[in-house]
């Protein structure tokens, strides 16, 4: 309180200084002295004199005699202290001539004696002033920091004491305790006395962090389950406590899921891989991250394992909607995938021609419209790139050829290049797709997501034909993929497929050795790719056809 009124009194100080310093101020400088300026005109003037000499505008006896006038005015000057004029300027300037040339009065409190002195002559001013100097004066010194006074007394509240940030914020967590339901508030109160009573009691930890997720406190829930989760807990809870510090993490980053929180959730998968809410959220990581076929892949791997009257379906549909519209996509065009064949290395797939049923449609896109659904149900009846009829046939084939001209003629647009691979794709002209893709992955060899299509797009047209090994441009893609993503896990096996072939043994080693470390050690690729690691010969010798041609 005692520090809260003296700031209030340093502050009224200043401001009062502040108010008051253009009274005590002088409201002019003093005007220059009068010899001194005609000294220096008459100065200038035999300059003057001497420069007109040199450019033989004057003769020398006209200069001798312009130079005695001249020196005779400096000597009157000199010897009265002013020049011409002096009396008429003595006359006008009167009194107030003589105030001005006093000194400034100076705002100092070096001593008190010049304190009073300041304050005298601050009166002795506002009375010159007449009324308003009086009226100002009283108002700055005496009605000003009264006023303020007399409106802080009547709305302030000068007899509240002290309130120190830890006592403020001991005082929120009671309130916050308060407006809890009672058996809530019980629970909380008995867990945290039961792990004050036994810290090391894992499942009381637990607990206590599930009764703090109740109560939407989610900071404190994420103590409480990283302290269980130290201390261990029993198998059958493991799954549970990761899955809600994730979640409860992921409230506490508002609703983010970090790196930290992504790895939560595939730990819980690896224990149980059908839980339901690990699979959405990191649906959701893949979102946010910028990847809306891996987050629909995921999604509709969780919505065909799941009833259709289950808690989660209808969270599940709304975020698969938004997603599909957000980026022009079909979710039934999206193969589903588990996040754990995803994490392995498993690239998603599309199928060559969207076909979801009229409720898919409707469940996965809740905006979509009567035409969009009978669409839907048309391309259902259709296998990949077949099923229209001629005039159906005509008409988009007429669409693409106008893009494909349009292209001919504005080659520097991968946008449209990859529209019109789209386009050649649904039509099932894939190696034409791959070819359009290829174009759109030149004019934007850095962006991953161009080299990852045309890689998709060229195995497609590979399949299409009969064949089962990639053709040589997918290693070269993938080759440039690795450069921009090291980690990437398909660019990390088919770089590493390729090393393998050309009998770059160690090379190959080393890219399915850090693809191996990706792969949980449970999941079937895993196995997969170890026995192909063990399958390369021990030196760079060049190693078997066969030995790494099965894909993970």
Do not use: C
């Not at 409190?109 to 601050?122: F, H, K, P």
């Not at 829930?221 to 799954?239: F, H, K, M, W």
Request: zero cysteines.
């Amino acid at each position: 309180m005692i520090l809260l009124w003296l700031i209030v009194v340093l502050l009224t100080v200043l401001v009062l200084a502040l108010l008051v310093w253009p009274l005590v101020r002088h409201d002019a400088e003093a005007p220059p002295d009068r010899a001194a300026y005609d000294l220096t005109v008459y100065r200038d003037q035999l300059a003057e004199i001497d420069r007109d000499v040199a450019r033989g505008l004057l003769s020398a006896e006209q200069a001798d005699s312009a130079r005695l006038e001249i020196q005779r005015r400096m000597l009157a000057v000199a010897g009265t202290g002013v020049g011409p004029g002096a009396d008429i300027a003595s006359r006008t300037a009167g009194p107030a001539a003589g105030a001005a040339a006093r000194p400034s009065t100076r705002l100092t409190l070096a001593s008190a004696s010049e304190a009073v002195a300041v304050l005298r002559g601050l009166v002795t001013r506002a009375r010159a002033q007449g009324a308003w100097g009086i009226a100002t004066l009283a108002g700055i010194g005496a009605i000003l920091p009264l006023g303020a006074l007399a409106i802080y007394l009547s709305l302030g509240s000068p007899g509240l004491p002290a309130q120190p940030h830890a006592e403020r914020i001991a005082r929120e967590e009671q309130r916050l305790m308060a407006s809890l339901r009672p058996a809530l508030r019980e629970t909380i109160a008995e867990l945290s006395a039961k792990v004050e009573a036994d810290p090391e009691d894992a499942l009381s930890w637990m607990r206590l962090g599930r009764a703090y997720r109740s109560a939407m406190q989610h900071d404190k829930a994420v103590d409480a389950l990283e302290r269980a989760r130290a201390l261990g807990v029993a198998r059958g809870e493991t799954v549970a406590l990761l899955a809600d510090l994730a979640e409860s993490l992921m409230r506490v980053h508002e609703d983010m899921v970090t790196d930290r929180i992504r790895m939560l959730f595939l730990e819980t998968l690896t224990i149980a891989p059908g839980d339901p809410r690990a699979r959405f959220y990191l649906g959701v990581a893949a979102a946010q991250a910028g990847e809306p076929l891996t987050a629909l892949a995921i999604w509709r791997d969780l919505s065909v394992t799941s009833a259709a009257d289950d808690p989660w379906m209808p969270m599940l549909r709304q975020n698969m909607g938004m997603v599909a519209r957000d980026h022009g996509l079909v979710p039934a065009s999206v193969e589903p995938l588990h996040p754990l064949r995803i994490e392995a290395g498993e690239p998603v797939t599309r199928r060559d021609v969207p076909a979801p049923d009229r409720e898919s449609v409707a469940a996965s896109d809740p905006g979509a419209t009567a035409g969009d659904r009978l669409r839907a149900e048309a391309d259902a009846a259709r296998p990949p790139g077949q099923g229209f009829n001629a005039d159906e046939r005509a008409r988009i084939e007429g669409m693409v050829a106008s893009l494909a001209a349009r292209l001919e003629e504005t080659p520097d647009d991968a946008e449209g290049w990859q529209q019109l691979a789209r386009s050649y794709r649904v039509l099932g002209r894939l190696d034409e797709s791959a070819e359009a893709m290829g174009r759109a992955a030149a004019l934007s060899p850095d962006d991953v997501a161009v080299l990852s299509a045309q890689a998709e797009a060229l195995i497609a047209a590979t399949r299409a034909r009969g064949e089962k090994r990639p053709p040589e441009a997918v290693y070269a893609v993938y080759a440039a993929i690795l450069k921009h993503q090291p980690d990437n896990p398909n660019a990390l096996y088919f770089v590493g497929r390729a090393a393998a072939e050309s009998g770059d043994a160690a090379r190959a080693r080393d890219l399915w050795s850090r693809l191996l470390k990706r792969i949980p050690p449970n999941e079937p690729a895993h196995a997969s790719l170890r026995q192909q690691l063990e399958a390369l010969p021990a030196s760079d010798a060049p190693a078997e056809p066969d030995g790494a041609t099965a894909d993970p």
